[in-house]
C-alpha cells in the first residue's frame, strides 16, 4: 500500500510541474486533463503526508519511553504515544479507502427517471413525492435540477419523470437509488383509511459525454410528431415532438417539453447516450462473476430497495437492514444519513474483498 502512496505523491509533484510549464498552460485540454488528475489525488497526498508526519512524531515518543524519564514526563509521554497511535490506525484505514478503486462516473452529473409503477393513482402520487425529495436534496448540495421531460398524472404527480441533476459529484451520491422504492400509507384517495402499499421506479444514468460513446448516425430513426401535451398554441400544430431511436438496442426515447424541435433533439440525445451506454454497461456487468459484486451495488431495477411507511414515520433500507424513523425530514430532503451508510457500507464491502484477494 505504502508503495502505491509513494507514487501517488511523486506523481502529485509532478502534475505541480507540468501546471507549472507554460507549454500545458496554453494547451486546454491538456491543462484541463492535469488539473482534474490533480484535484483526484490532492486528498490522498495530503492524508498520506499527515501520516507521515504523525508515524514520526510516534517514533520520537516511543524514543523518548525507552528513556529514563521523571514518572510525571513519562505518564506524559504515554499518553501522547497512545494518542499518536490511535491517529495512525485511523489514518490507516482512511489510506485504505481512498485507495480503493474509484467509479469513474463518479463526478458526473446524472440523468434520473421516476416511473410510477403499481398501485395506480398512488404510485403516480409518490413518483412526485419522490422527484420532490431529490429536487430538495440537490438543492441542499447547491446542484442544479432540469426537467427534460415530465407526463403528470391527471391525479397528481407523474406517470414517468425524466430531469438531469448538474453538480459535481452528483453521481457519487444518488447511483445507489436505483432500484423499486415502495411506499406505506393511506391514499388521499381511500376513503376508509385502508393502508396501500405502492411502489415507482428509479433510474439512475451518469451522463454521457459525446466522446465517451460513439453512436452512429445511421443508427438513430428520428421520427417527428405534434406535442400533445401543455404548451399552448403550438400543441399538435407544428412537429416540435421528437422521437429517438437506436435501432441496434431498440431502446427509445421521446421528448415534447420544448416548443422546439432542435431543443426536444438535443434533450432526446442526452437521455438516449446515457441510456445505451448504461445498456452496453449493464451487458458487461453480466458478464463478470456475482461474487465480485458490491455488496450495494446500483441496484437491479426490479430490486425492491427502500420502504417508506407514513404511518410510522419509519424509511427502511433494505440492502443495509437500515431503518430510521425520520421519514418526514427524508421526503423533505435530508438524505445524508442514508446515502452516507449507503457509501460506507460499499467501502466497507470493497475493503473486505481486497484483505480477501490480498
Do not use: C
Not at 44 to 51: A, D, I, K, L, S
Not at 284 to 289: P, S
Amino acid at each position: 500500500m505504502f508503495d502505491k502512496l509513494q507514487a501517488v505523491e511523486e506523481r502529485y509533484e509532478r502534475l505541480n510541474e507540468l501546471l507549472s510549464d507554460p507549454e500545458i498552460v496554453n494547451d486546454a485540454k491538456k491543462l484541463r486533463q492535469y488539473s482534474k488528475e490533480q484535484a483526484d489525488i490532492q486528498e490522498t497526498v495530503e492524508v498520506y503526508r499527515e501520516y507521515k508526519k504523525t508515524k514520526e512524531e510516534f517514533e520520537d515518543a516511543k524514543q523518548m519511553l525507552e528513556e529514563k524519564l521523571d514518572p510525571e514526563m513519562h505518564e506524559l509521554v504515554k499518553e501522547e504515544f497512545n494518542t499518536l497511535k490511535n491517529k495512525i490506525q485511523e489514518l490507516e484505514q482512511k489510506l485504505k479507502i481512498l485507495l480503493l478503486p474509484k467509479d469513474p462516473n463518479d463526478d458526473k452529473n446524472v440523468i434520473m427517471e421516476i416511473r410510477g409503477a403499481a398501485g395506480g393513482d398512488e404510485a403516480n402520487i409518490f413518483a412526485g413525492d419522490l422527484f420532490r425529495m431529490y429536487t430538495r436534496y440537490a438543492e441542499s448540495q447547491g446542484w442544479k435540477v432540469e426537467v427534460l421531460e415530465a407526463s403528470p398524472s391527471s391525479s397528481g404527480g407523474y406517470k414517468e419523470i425524466i430531469f438531469m441533476i448538474n453538480g459535481n459529484g452528483a453521481y457519487s451520491k444518488f447511483k445507489f437509488e436505483n432500484g423499486a422504492h415502495r411506499v406505506q400509507r393511506v391514499p388521499q384517495t381511500e376513503s376508509q383509511g385502508r393502508i396501500h402499499t405502492s411502489t415507482a421506479t428509479v433510474a439512475v444514468l451518469p451522463e454521457v459525454e459525446e466522446v465517451e460513446i460513439e453512436i452512429n448516425e445511421k443508427d438513430i430513426r428520428v421520427d417527428t410528431f405534434a406535442a400533445s401535451g401543455a404548451g399552448g398554441q403550438h400543441v399538435n400544430t407544428t412537429m416540435s415532438a421528437v422521437r429517438m431511436t437506436h435501432i441496434p438496442t431498440g431502446i427509445v426515447v421521446s421528448m415534447q417539453d420544448e416548443r422546439s424541435q432542435i431543443k426536444n433533439r438535443e434533450k432526446a440525445l442526452r437521455v438516449l447516450r446515457a441510456r445505451v451506454a448504461d445498456h452496453y454497461n449493464r451487458e458487461k456487468q453480466k458478464e463478470l462473476d456475482a461474487a465480485r459484486k458490491s455488496a450495494v451495488g446500483t441496484g437491479d431495477r426490479s430490486e425492491r430497495i427502500r420502504t417508506y411507511n407514513y404511518p410510522q414515520n419509519r424509511v427502511t433500507d433494505h440492502r443495509i437492514g437500515l431503518t430510521i424513523q425520520k421519514l418526514d425530514q427524508v421526503m423533505e430532503g435530508k438524505l445524508d444519513e442514508i446515502i452516507d451508510a449507503l457509501i460506507m457500507e460499499d467501502q466497507a464491502s470493497k475493503l473486505a474483498r481486497l484483505n480477501e484477494e490480498a
